[in-house]
């Protein structure tokens, strides 16, 4: 099991806002980026952070968006769509949507609308 696994959302969190904010992009749309892959109101999302649930929990208590196939690409050098354990699969999800919000694309693009 990755030690990513059982670290808290809460602690990488600001880590994905310092990355989005230096590229001009703001708390908001991360926050909308995470809300539309996870399927969380604006309230739960605010529990997990506070309460430093883990990926695991976090992603087992989400609903992920239905169009999480279209998102494609490398992430660390590997390709996010050939990824074989589910968690790992949508930790990457994540890290992919925040690389793009934080590269420029429109939200629109990152949300694939």
């Known amino acids: 099991m990755s030690r990513i696994f059982?670290?808290?959302?809460?602690?990488v969190?600001?880590?994905?806002?310092?990355k989005v904010e230096r590229?001009?992009?703001?708390r908001a749309e991360l926050d909308e980026v995470i809300r539309?892959?996870?399927g969380f109101e604006e309230p739960e999302l605010r529990a997990h952070?506070?309460?430093?649930?883990?990926?695991?929990?976090?992603f087992a208590d989400a609903r992920l968006?239905?169009?999480?196939?279209?998102i494609t690409g490398v992430v660390c050098g590997v390709r996010v769509e050939s990824i074989e354990d589910p968690l790992m699969q949508q930790i990457r999800?994540?890290?992919?949507l925040v690389d793009e919000l934080a590269r420029g694309r429109s939200l629109d693009r990152v949300l694939r609308a």
């Open 6 to 11: 059982t670290t808290a959302v809460s602690s």
């Open 13 to 18: 969190y600001p880590l994905y806002l310092a």
């Open 23 to 26: 590229k001009g992009r703001t």
């Open 36 to 38: 539309w892959l996870t």
């Open 49 to 58: 952070l506070a309460g430093r649930t883990t990926f695991e929990d976090f």
């Open 65 to 70: 968006n239905p169009r999480v196939d279209l």
């Open 93 to 96: 999800y994540l890290d992919k």
